[in-house]
Protein backbone atom coordinates (compact mmCIF):
# COMPACT_ATOMS: atom_id res chain seq x y z
CA UNK A 1 0.00 0.00 0.00
CA UNK A 2 1.48 3.19 -0.92
CA UNK A 3 2.27 5.77 2.08
CA UNK A 4 1.86 8.54 -0.10
CA UNK A 5 -0.53 9.02 -3.06
CA UNK A 6 -0.83 12.04 -5.37
CA UNK A 7 -3.99 12.53 -7.63
CA UNK A 8 -4.85 13.30 -10.47
CA UNK A 9 -1.78 11.67 -11.91
CA UNK A 10 -2.16 13.85 -14.66
CA UNK A 11 -4.03 17.04 -15.75
CA UNK A 12 -3.98 19.79 -18.53
CA UNK A 13 -5.41 22.56 -18.10
CA UNK A 14 -5.85 26.13 -20.15
CA UNK A 15 -4.02 29.16 -19.39
CA UNK A 16 -5.85 31.10 -16.54
CA UNK A 17 -7.70 27.76 -15.19
CA UNK A 18 -6.31 27.47 -11.82
CA UNK A 19 -6.72 24.08 -10.29
CA UNK A 20 -5.59 22.02 -6.91
CA UNK A 21 -3.42 18.90 -6.77
CA UNK A 22 -3.67 16.45 -4.01
CA UNK A 23 -0.91 14.60 -2.07
CA UNK A 24 -2.77 12.50 0.77
CA UNK A 25 -0.59 10.25 3.30
CA UNK A 26 -1.00 7.53 5.66
CA UNK A 27 2.06 7.27 7.65
CA UNK A 28 2.08 8.07 11.00
CA UNK A 29 4.30 10.82 12.78
CA UNK A 30 4.65 13.57 10.58
CA UNK A 31 7.25 15.75 10.62
CA UNK A 32 7.41 17.43 7.64
CA UNK A 33 5.70 17.56 3.97
CA UNK A 34 7.76 18.58 0.51
CA UNK A 35 6.80 19.41 -2.66
CA UNK A 36 8.79 19.17 -5.36
CA UNK A 37 8.70 20.32 -8.96
CA UNK A 38 10.28 18.47 -11.41
CA UNK A 39 11.60 19.89 -15.34
CA UNK A 40 11.49 16.85 -18.23
CA UNK A 41 15.04 16.22 -18.05
CA UNK A 42 15.99 17.84 -14.90
CA UNK A 43 16.29 16.91 -11.27
CA UNK A 44 13.60 18.21 -8.69
CA UNK A 45 13.81 21.19 -7.97
CA UNK A 46 12.50 22.47 -4.05
CA UNK A 47 8.83 24.18 -3.60
CA UNK A 48 7.64 24.33 -0.13
CA UNK A 49 7.97 22.33 3.53
CA UNK A 50 5.01 22.46 5.65
CA UNK A 51 5.18 21.26 9.23
CA UNK A 52 1.91 21.07 10.61
CA UNK A 53 -1.97 21.05 9.63
CA UNK A 54 -3.11 24.78 8.90
CA UNK A 55 0.21 26.18 7.77
CA UNK A 56 0.03 27.81 4.40
CA UNK A 57 3.01 28.70 1.88
CA UNK A 58 3.08 30.17 -1.26
CA UNK A 59 5.16 31.54 -4.32
CA UNK A 60 4.37 33.01 -7.00
CA UNK A 61 1.21 31.28 -8.55
CA UNK A 62 1.37 28.15 -6.20
CA UNK A 63 -0.17 28.15 -2.58
CA UNK A 64 0.43 24.87 -0.66
CA UNK A 65 -1.68 23.73 2.37
CA UNK A 66 -1.40 21.02 4.58
CA UNK A 67 -4.15 18.94 6.96
CA UNK A 68 -3.27 16.09 8.87
CA UNK A 69 -4.07 13.40 6.21
CA UNK A 70 -3.43 15.51 2.69
CA UNK A 71 -1.80 18.73 1.28
CA UNK A 72 -2.97 20.60 -1.40
CA UNK A 73 -1.09 22.66 -4.26
CA UNK A 74 -3.26 25.35 -5.89
CA UNK A 75 -2.36 26.64 -9.02
CA UNK A 76 -4.10 30.21 -9.72
CA UNK A 77 -4.24 31.41 -12.94
CA UNK A 78 -1.32 28.66 -14.65
CA UNK A 79 0.91 29.77 -17.22
CA UNK A 80 2.52 27.37 -19.88
CA UNK A 81 5.87 28.31 -17.64
CA UNK A 82 4.50 25.96 -14.96
CA UNK A 83 4.18 22.66 -16.49
CA UNK A 84 6.05 20.25 -14.65
CA UNK A 85 5.60 17.38 -12.76
CA UNK A 86 5.07 18.12 -9.05
CA UNK A 87 6.48 15.72 -6.24
CA UNK A 88 5.04 15.44 -3.14
CA UNK A 89 7.25 14.24 -0.66
CA UNK A 90 6.33 13.36 3.84
CA UNK A 91 9.21 12.93 6.29
CA UNK A 92 7.91 10.74 9.44
CA UNK A 93 8.82 8.66 12.16
CA UNK A 94 12.21 7.58 12.86
CA UNK A 95 13.95 9.46 9.61
CA UNK A 96 12.04 8.28 7.06
CA UNK A 97 10.76 9.60 3.79
CA UNK A 98 8.68 8.72 1.35
CA UNK A 99 7.99 9.96 -2.04
CA UNK A 100 4.73 10.09 -3.97
CA UNK A 101 4.95 9.21 -8.22
CA UNK A 102 3.85 12.86 -8.69
CA UNK A 103 1.20 15.32 -10.77
CA UNK A 104 2.18 15.90 -14.31
CA UNK A 105 0.58 19.16 -15.44
CA UNK A 106 0.37 20.55 -18.80
CA UNK A 107 -0.79 23.88 -19.20
CA UNK A 108 -2.15 24.68 -22.49
CA UNK A 109 -2.08 28.52 -23.82
CA UNK B 1 27.30 28.26 -6.84
CA UNK B 2 27.45 24.20 -8.22
CA UNK B 3 24.74 22.50 -5.28
CA UNK B 4 24.77 19.00 -6.20
CA UNK B 5 26.85 17.56 -9.25
CA UNK B 6 26.20 14.67 -10.64
CA UNK B 7 28.48 12.57 -13.63
CA UNK B 8 27.73 11.36 -16.07
CA UNK B 9 24.33 12.26 -17.34
CA UNK B 10 23.89 9.66 -19.63
CA UNK B 11 25.92 5.99 -19.57
CA UNK B 12 25.04 2.87 -21.34
CA UNK B 13 26.66 -0.37 -20.04
CA UNK B 14 26.96 -3.66 -21.03
CA UNK B 15 25.05 -6.58 -18.93
CA UNK B 16 27.55 -7.47 -16.22
CA UNK B 17 30.06 -4.29 -16.71
CA UNK B 18 30.74 -2.60 -13.48
CA UNK B 19 30.69 1.52 -13.29
CA UNK B 20 30.68 4.27 -10.71
CA UNK B 21 28.50 7.29 -10.65
CA UNK B 22 29.80 10.72 -9.28
CA UNK B 23 28.29 13.18 -6.65
CA UNK B 24 29.44 16.17 -5.22
CA UNK B 25 28.27 18.80 -3.31
CA UNK B 26 29.68 22.17 -2.49
CA UNK B 27 27.17 23.09 0.10
CA UNK B 28 29.01 21.72 3.53
CA UNK B 29 25.91 18.82 3.80
CA UNK B 30 26.10 16.04 6.21
CA UNK B 31 23.19 14.13 4.49
CA UNK B 32 23.72 12.55 1.16
CA UNK B 33 21.63 10.15 -1.15
CA UNK B 34 21.14 8.44 -4.32
CA UNK B 35 17.76 7.62 -5.29
CA UNK B 36 16.15 6.08 -8.34
CA UNK B 37 13.64 7.39 -10.61
CA UNK B 38 11.75 5.01 -12.31
CA UNK B 39 8.54 5.22 -14.37
CA UNK B 40 5.03 4.73 -12.26
CA UNK B 41 7.58 3.74 -9.16
CA UNK B 42 8.80 7.69 -8.05
CA UNK B 43 12.06 7.83 -6.37
CA UNK B 44 12.95 5.26 -4.55
CA UNK B 45 16.40 5.60 -1.94
CA UNK B 46 19.38 3.10 -3.03
CA UNK B 47 21.62 4.23 -0.48
CA UNK B 48 22.49 7.22 2.27
CA UNK B 49 25.06 8.36 4.58
CA UNK B 50 24.91 10.88 7.40
CA UNK B 51 28.69 11.99 7.13
CA UNK B 52 31.68 10.64 6.09
CA UNK B 53 32.59 7.38 7.00
CA UNK B 54 28.76 6.74 7.49
CA UNK B 55 26.79 4.82 5.28
CA UNK B 56 23.75 3.13 5.55
CA UNK B 57 20.82 1.11 2.78
CA UNK B 58 17.95 2.31 1.50
CA UNK B 59 15.10 0.99 0.20
CA UNK B 60 16.34 -0.32 -2.53
CA UNK B 61 19.95 -1.46 -2.58
CA UNK B 62 20.91 -4.57 -4.20
CA UNK B 63 23.58 -4.07 -6.47
CA UNK B 64 24.42 -0.97 -5.58
CA UNK B 65 27.52 -0.02 -3.33
CA UNK B 66 28.56 3.48 -1.80
CA UNK B 67 31.27 5.19 0.16
CA UNK B 68 31.85 8.66 1.57
CA UNK B 69 35.30 9.24 2.34
CA UNK B 70 35.05 12.70 2.27
CA UNK B 71 31.94 15.48 2.70
CA UNK B 72 31.50 16.57 -0.62
CA UNK B 73 31.73 13.19 -2.40
CA UNK B 74 29.32 10.28 -2.83
CA UNK B 75 29.81 7.64 -5.54
CA UNK B 76 27.70 5.73 -6.38
CA UNK B 77 29.14 2.17 -7.98
CA UNK B 78 27.14 -0.65 -9.93
CA UNK B 79 29.16 -4.15 -9.27
CA UNK B 80 27.26 -5.58 -12.23
CA UNK B 81 24.86 -4.18 -14.25
CA UNK B 82 21.64 -5.58 -14.96
CA UNK B 83 18.87 -4.59 -17.12
CA UNK B 84 17.00 -4.01 -14.21
CA UNK B 85 19.16 -1.11 -13.53
CA UNK B 86 18.14 0.51 -16.44
CA UNK B 87 16.54 4.40 -14.74
CA UNK B 88 17.36 7.45 -13.75
CA UNK B 89 19.52 8.25 -10.96
CA UNK B 90 19.76 10.86 -8.63
CA UNK B 91 22.17 12.32 -5.87
CA UNK B 92 20.48 14.37 -3.54
CA UNK B 93 21.81 16.53 -0.33
CA UNK B 94 20.53 18.05 2.84
CA UNK B 95 21.90 19.70 5.64
CA UNK B 96 20.36 16.94 7.60
CA UNK B 97 18.06 14.02 7.58
CA UNK B 98 14.05 15.79 7.32
CA UNK B 99 16.16 18.89 5.80
CA UNK B 100 15.44 20.39 2.92
CA UNK B 101 17.20 18.26 0.02
CA UNK B 102 18.75 19.42 -3.37
CA UNK B 103 19.23 17.23 -6.00
CA UNK B 104 21.45 16.83 -9.00
CA UNK B 105 20.56 16.77 -12.55
CA UNK B 106 19.96 13.49 -13.04
CA UNK B 107 22.55 10.23 -14.61
CA UNK B 108 20.36 8.15 -17.27
CA UNK B 109 21.81 4.80 -17.11
CA UNK B 110 20.70 2.00 -19.67
CA UNK B 111 22.02 -1.58 -18.97
CA UNK B 112 21.48 -3.57 -22.49
Known amino acids: EDQVTQSPEALRLQEGESSSLNCSYT??????LFWYRQDPGKGPEFLFT???AGEEKEKERLKATLTKKESFLHITAPKPEDSATYLCAVFYGNNRLAFGKGNQVVVIP | NAGVTQTPKFQVLKTGQSMTLQCAQDMNHEYMSWYRQDPGMGLRLIHYSVGAGITDQGEVPNGYNVSRSTTEDFPLRLLSAAPSQTSVYFC???????????FGEGSWLTVV
Open chain 2, 92 to 102: ASSLGQGGTIY
Open chain 1, 27 to 32: VSGLRG
Open chain 1, 50 to 52: LYS
